[in-house]
């Protein structure tokens, strides 16, 4: 026999190295063959709801970096939910209409317009399917648990009859009207865009300065006087048809030397326009506010048959221009409102692809819009007083990445004016994550339009609309919900593949219609109509889901977005926000802070980090960043994210091959028979519960991350495991010092795998594979831990920081020991600690050993006055000098009491005492080494 087979070293099965790319998939089709998701619901059938409600994903292509922080994020918090009593059901959504769909079939060479509309469709319907299938397997290897079998998906016949009622909804509340105001319109898509469906891009543009000359000055303005106005957008001159002024503006007359001509300009820019014109100098003849120049006639640059009228507006500003702003009532939101007001004409001069049409004039019919800047200059001839460039930031379709225009056509709105003041009401009652989303949300939704809901596209849901013979617009709810039932049977292909007649209900009749002949709408809605409908789709339509929705998570992008449409529709039909909370996160940006793309090479595949590293690095990457703001991410973040998950694992691995021996049933110490110093680490764990718990339940994964880690390698590592193995390695077997500290072992064990299930479920799931005695046939199915609070908690933690503190300073003696040659390793160590009453006092109320508490071989307390060389402390001062005696072969501490034994074992007095009494083999033949 060996002496070190005297020793209690751990022994477990359990891989130091985790192998995750491997092992995660054999986990998961485990979980899958169990039926992991159906028996979790079934436990918690009868427990207080809690409904996340997923945002749909658009299903195309693989997953991103974005995709994973947002599934992982719901997978946590539903987990968490379903350990802590509650009936958290997971239903995953898919967003599957609109144009990103067209654009890949379009490159695949699919020709819309050139087929049949259903073999158009069914070929859409196909891809996204396709597009559920991959996402959907790209989810599952995250080990996000969800009800994977019966997802939903917008473009299932029930979720779009569930849609079309709640447009018919809306319309039956008079929500839902035809205009023909400027929308955002993308050339590019032909098609209207929602304003979620735009971002902002810097772009340069080019800046003109003309004048217009009056044509009748009613008396104030003189026929050889012009009204300088300024432009970024060339195009919409061919459209202009006012020019707006502010009325408390000062605008001055004024005549450049030499010059026959005068000009209108706001008082506040004159001198630097003057410049900007190469005026050596000017005379002012005469000044006026703005409104006594309201309704002053002027001529168009280069139509004389069009009169463009002055008139006043409110959104003029003197921070750029000439403080004359000209009025394209087709090309512009405030345009078109101020033109309305003054019934000028809205003059739709370029197309849906963009280009001039024959409106425009037979010199521009033709041009694309943004071509037509040396045409534009050639027809103001000498009215064109300057010509420059600019940047600004300038709006762009999200999808295609091209710049769009402000273009009024015919759509159809839904109207958030009508009902404004009860969203931000609901708005009020809602818990925001961060707190700053409230003033974002709430910002939105004052400051927004009327929502464009009509889209110019075939894959889609149809607006319902019919239309009688003399054109009324007929969506009655009688209307509309026969349309539902046909969509909910047939699918919102029956649309297309049916006539007006048909679709409408049996016998109807309308008076605009006199001969029964109907027509119906070609547009279809608004892709964010699709998914803003998914509280009714999904949640009012499934059972075991509630409505409102307890949570909404999603990126910070859909404030604008998912949040808003959701809220809008909800609001509108029901009164009510359809969400109690929302959780939104930042953007997930490469390692330098910079966005993902493929151009730049920067981005990251959730597969590919699966593949290298294992899913459960993602996830404990998702709790270790902070998703307030941006977070950032790289190979070389999650090599480090690794090194973190290494740590915890091979703790927890040192806590279970050293109570692979301990069986709870039998071997549990009570809390009253612990040690102290094991006391002071239940209470330690226990505040680490108590914060787990809470840091769960609001939402704040990072928090769990910076507790777990800092209790794994200061609480245990640095202290309680590092002097574990001079009990649970040296003691007996069966003695009470080991079996109080396994006991601790084995609580802290199953319960901080407990707390870790959400974040890493594969590693939980095999560490419990490990811990025979508990009842659960899987972790995911156990409950978490509560925490506990223990008589004189307060106590014994006071006193046990007091010595955490203490210990800190003699580890700094201990080192400078080490460095001056004394020692080597801590053991080899006679500590001496110089004290005062209070710190005697406070040891002694410790009643622990000491010198195995700070892992030195001998230890001295005196109140003898410290000598000059000792490291000294506030209240505290040490000496460390070499311990005396020889080290033992068996716990390796320095002590007198070594000596050669009969056995052949060169141990210690209390290592014999321990060989002695339980290896009497080992007496009689002696040990083969020391």
């Not at 899958?32 to 997923?54: I, M, T, V």
């Not at 396709?130 to 989810?139: H, T």
């Amino acid at each position: 026999m060996k002496l070190k087979e005297t020793l209690n070293l751990g022994k477990t099965a359990f891989p130091m190295r985790a192998g995750l790319p491997n092992k995660e998939p054999q986990w998961q089709q485990k979980w899958e063959e169990a039926g992991l998701y159906q028996k979790r619901q079934e436990l918690n059938a009868n427990k207080p709801s809690f409904h996340l409600h997923d945002g749909p994903p658009y299903a195309n292509g693989n997953i991103h970096l974005g995709h994973a922080l947002n599934k992982i994020s719901k997978d946590i918090i539903v987990r968490s939910k379903s350990m802590s009593g509650f009936s958290a059901p997971y239903v995953p959504g898919w967003d599957t209409h609109g144009l990103p769909i067209e654009q890949v079939l379009a490159q695949k060479g699919v020709k819309r317009k050139e087929m049949d509309l259903a073999e158009y469709l069914s070929m859409c319907r196909d891809y996204a399917l396709s597009q559920i299938d991959k996402q959907r397997e790209d989810f599952k290897r995250l080990g996000v648990s969800a009800d994977w079998a019966d997802p939903y998906i917008t473009l299932t016949p029930a979720y779009e009859a569930a849609q079309i009622r709640v447009f018919g909804a809306m319309a039956d509340k008079g929500y839902i009207y035809r205009g023909a105001k400027p929308v955002y319109w993308s050339w590019s898509s032909e098609s209207a865009l929602a304003e979620a469906e735009i971002e902002y891009h810097d772009i340069e543009s080019a800046s003109l300065y003309y004048g217009n000359r009056i044509k009748d000055g009613k008396g104030i303005l003189d026929t050889d006087t012009y009204i300088v106005v300024w432009t970024t957008t060339p195009f919409t001159i061919t459209a202009s048809r006012g020019l707006t002024v502010g009325a408390d503006i000062d605008y001055l007359v004024v005549r450049p030397a030499g010059s026959e001509r005068q000009y209108v300009i706001a008082e506040a820019l004159v001198d630097s326009l003057a410049a900007k014109f190469s005026w050596d100098s000017y005379t002012v003849t005469a000044s006026y506010k703005g409104s006594e120049l309201e309704f002053i006639v002027t001529e168009h640059p280069w139509d004389k048959e069009i009169e463009e009228l002055v008139i006043l507006g409110d959104h003029v500003t003197l921070d750029s221009g000439t403080g004359i702003v000209h009025t394209a009532p087709s090309f512009g939101e405030d345009d078109y409102n101020v033109g309305t007001k003054y019934g000028l004409e809205v003059a739709v001069t370029v197309n849906e692809r963009g280009l001039m049409n024959d409106l425009a004039g037979p010199d521009f019919a033709g041009q694309f819009y943004d071509k037509v800047l040396p045409t534009v200059k050639e027809k103001l001839g000498d009215l064109l007083l300057a010509s420059e460039v600019i940047t600004h930031s300038y709006p762009f379709d999200w999808r295609t990445k091209k710049p769009i225009i402000w273009r009024a056509v015919p759509q159809w709105f839904a109207s958030v004016s009508d009902f404004r003041q009860e969203i931000l009401s609901e708005i009020e009652k809602v818990d925001f994550h961060p707190s700053w989303g409230k003033t974002r949300l709430y910002n939105m939704i004052r400051d927004r339009g009327d929502w464009v809901i009509s889209r110019q596209r075939a894959w889609g849901v149809p607006l319902p609309i019919f239309y009688a013979e003399d054109g009324t617009a007929i969506m009655s709810k009688e209307v509309t919900d026969h349309v539902a039932d046909l969509v909910a049977e047939h699918g919102s292909a029956v649309w297309w593949q049916r006539d007006a007649k048909e679709l409408l209900p049996e016998g109807y009749s309308h008076p605009g219609s006199p001969n029964g002949g109907f027509t119906k709408e070609t547009d279809i809605m608004d892709v964010w109509f699709d998914s803003g409908s998914s509280w009714s789709g999904v949640m009012q339509a499934r059972e075991g889901l509630d409505y409102p929705a307890d949570l909404y998570l999603e990126g910070s992008d859909q404030y604008r977005g998912w949040f808003n449409s959701s809220l809008i529709t909800s609001v509108a039909v029901n009164g009510r926000a359809p969400y109690k909370s929302l959780l939104s996160q930042g953007f997930v940006l490469d390692g330098k802070g910079e966005k993902m793309s493929k151009s730049k090479g920067n981005i990251i595949s959730p597969n590919n980090v699966a593949k290298q590293y294992g899913a459960e690095i993602l996830r404990l990457w998702v709790t270790s960043v902070d998703t307030d703001n941006d977070v950032r991410v790289s190979m070389d973040i999650l090599g480090q994210v690794s090194e973190t998950y290494r740590k915890i694992r091979n703790t927890l691995r040192f806590l279970l091959a050293n109570t692979s021996d301990f069986n709870p049933q039998i071997n549990t110490v009570a809390f009253a028979d612990l040690r102290p110093v094991d006391k002071y680490m239940v209470i330690k764990f226990n505040q680490l519960v108590a914060d787990i718990r809470q840091a769960y339940s609001a939402y704040r994964f990072l928090d769990i991350y910076k507790a777990v880690v800092n209790f794994i390698t200061v609480d245990l590592s640095a202290f309680y495991l590092d002097f574990a193995k001079d009990v649970v390695y040296i003691e007996a077997a069966d003695s009470k010092a080991r079996r109080q500290m396994q006991t601790v072992f084995y609580d802290i064990l199953v319960n901080i795998t407990k707390l870790l299930t959400p974040i890493l479920p594969h590693t939980a799931e095999e560490i419990w594979s490990y811990l025979e005695f508990e009842a659960e046939e899987f972790v995911q199915l156990s409950e978490m831990p509560d925490a506990q609070y223990f008589a004189d908690q307060e106590t014994i933690l006071e006193e046990w920081e007091a010595f955490m503190a203490l210990r800190t300073q003699a580890q700094k003696a201990l080192e400078t020991a080490r460095s001056d040659k004394i020692i080597g390793k801590s053991l080899e160590a006679h500590l001496t600690l110089y004290v005062n009453e209070e710190t005697e006092a406070l040891l002694a109320s410790l009643n622990s050993d000491l010198a195995q508490l700070l892992i030195v071989s001998q230890l001295t307390v005196t109140k003898e006055p410290a000598p000059a060389d000792a490291v000294a402390f506030e209240n505290i001062a040490f000496t460390v000098e070499h311990a005396h005696g020889s080290v033992c072969d068996r716990c390796r501490r320095v002590d007198e009491t070594v000596k050669d034994r009969s056995y052949n074992a060169f141990i210690c007095d209390s290592c014999a005492h321990i060989v002695e009494e339980n290896f009497p083999q080992a007496l009689d033949q002696g040990f083969e080494d020391k």
